[in-house]
């Protein structure tokens, strides 16, 4: 038989996703990936409709659909300290999940090395493998997911052409301050690096945090590739929609990889989500409002049962400490995937192990998410409390 090729040993499928189907063949609670149980803002939906009956349903301009480029560059520019050009300097793509494969296919050689900061969202190690590309993992050290700048100037000793920035931060909702951008940022114009953000949670973000895009740092715009989604910000993670904001030869790199590799984003979403884009300052406002309080409940209910979680900047996911577990007998030496598999079948909650983001031996961490309705979050809430009464 032909053999595969040698990068396919390098990575296993997404744990995220597989987590999923397990959930999904036990019927749990998926609180594993990441996506809302709600319906989308009933505007997207009814333009939707409308799109159905009137299109477009052929291709769009492969980089994205001009007024979807035209609001996206609108939304952008303010937060990016820079009159972003919709013309050439946006890319749709199918999702950030794409948009950050363009990114990595148009700055990195293979041999060349990505700094990634760990725990990190599993695609960026698979991004970096399918580059032939090379990971160096920096640290984000819990309970409070800081990191040692010295660690990260190695990296780009070492030689990493680009630095991965997910920000806000999947799995451990840390908002990078402005003080940690700004040496990140030095030492990214010192070694003349490029950095590839992951912003999709942007807007989910708790009080008194406040997102900054590393691209609007000074002289960081030059360098930055912006990556972000419609996903999280309008509930429509099956749309697959997403983009990249990044100088003009370097969008022109990244239009090439997407023209080859997915010919463009379905056009008929792209017409959708334009509306989505047009929503005034209060549908962010509330989303905001909305999960704020999402996690306040979840948040307090784990405290109620005793479960001891992180307090998330962003993001709706929290990371929840097992060691209580996995120091009783009957889970002695288990891995956390182990629990995880244990805990949706017999608890009937899925969650996604640490060990699939931590590129340290860390065993003792799960990841829950609380995108999910009041009444949902309530029974998980109820299963959990069982899980507890393990320790009592
Ligand atoms: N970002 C989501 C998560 O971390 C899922 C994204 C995906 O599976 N494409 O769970």
Not at 35 to 63: C, M, N, R
Not at 184 to 192: S, T
Not at 231 to 247: C, D, E, F, Q, V
Not at 336 to 349: A, H, N, P, R, S
Request: glycine residues 4%; proline residues 6%; hydrophobic residues 40%.
């Amino acid at each position: 038989m032909p053999q595969m090729s040698n990068r396919m040993q390098l990575f296993t499928d997404s744990v995220i996703r597989r987590m999923t189907r397990i959930s999904d063949a036990c019927g749990a609670i998926n609180l594993s990936q990441g996506y809302p149980d709600f319906p989308p803002p009933k505007a997207l939906t009814d333009t939707l409709k409308h799109i159905a009956d009137e299109g477009p349903h052929q291709y769009s301009v492969t980089y994205g659909a001009d007024n979807l480029r035209e609001a996206i560059a609108e939304k952008a520019s303010p937060v990016l300290h820079h009159a972003v050009s919709a013309e050439d300097e946006v890319l749709v793509t199918c999702g950030s999940t794409e948009a950050m494969m363009c990114a990595m296919m148009a700055v990195c050689n293979p041999g060349d090395k990505v700094a990634i900061f760990s725990p990190f969202y599993e695609n960026y190690m698979a991004d970096t493998i399918l580059c032939d590309a090379e990971p160096i993992f920096i640290p984000l050290v819990p309970p409070d997911y800081q990191f040692d700048i010295a660690l990260l100037e190695q990296a780009f000793q070492q030689g990493a052409k680009a630095l991965v920035l997910c920000n806000p931060s999947n799995p451990c909702g840390k908002v990078f301050s402005r003080a940690e951008l700004e040496a990140i940022a030095a030492l990214v114009i010192r070694y003349d690096a490029f950095v590839i953000t992951d912003e999709v949670y942007e807007h989910i973000i708790y009080e008194p945090n406040r997102h900054i895009a590393m691209a609007s740092l000074p002289d960081m715009w030059e360098r930055t590739i912006t990556c972000n989604s419609f996903s999280k910000t309008y509930s429509i993670t099956g749309w697959r929609l997403g983009y990249l904001i990044a100088p003009a030869d370097v969008t022109d790199a990244c239009r090439k990889v997407h023209d080859f590799l997915t010919v463009g984003a379905p056009a008929p979403l792209q017409e959708a989500v334009v509306t989505a884009l047009h929503f005034p300052e209060s549908y962010y406002k509330e989303l905001q409002q909305s999960y704020t309080e999402k996690r306040r409940y979840f948040l307090d209910g784990l405290d109620a049962i005793g479960i001891a979680h992180n307090i998330p900047q962003a993001t709706y996911y929290v990371m929840i400490d097992i060691s209580n577990w996995l120091a009783l007998p009957q889970f002695h030496g288990w891995t956390d995937l182990q629990f995880c598999e244990w805990m949706t079948k017999t608890i009937g909650v899925a969650a996604v192990p640490g060990s699939s983001f931590f590129r340290e031996p860390v065993n003792h961490l799960i990841r829950l998410h609380f995108a999910r309705e009041k009444d949902t979050l309530t029974e998980a809430l109820r299963r959990l409390k069982k899980m507890a009464a393990y320790l009592k």
